[in-house]
């Protein structure tokens, strides 16, 4: 199943530096990692936003939902999810 899935983050301003680059380092390995695993198929960065648009190719909703609440970002982000039909004008 595919979802486009829309993360915008927002960390505390006043957050302890190390802090942050230990979460946003656990998080690049935790991304590639499923990107390796053919499940995170597409990583975009939104122009001008701390914010990224992906595309998930997941068995089901729960697979999709375990993954998003491992993000260790998950606490600092604001998550849309929108499932993907084919559309009927596709060519591939
Ligand atoms: O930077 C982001 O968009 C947040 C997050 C998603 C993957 C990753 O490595 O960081």
New binding site residues.
Partial sequence: MLFAVR?A?SLPPDMDPEAKDSV?AA??EY?QKLQHAGEWLH?W?CVGQ???LSIFDVTDNDRLNEILWGLP?FAFMDITVTPLARHPSAVR
Wanted: aromatic share 8%; proline share 0%.
């Fill in positions: 993360m983050v946003v998080e690049r991304a990583l960065r701390y914010s990224n970002l």
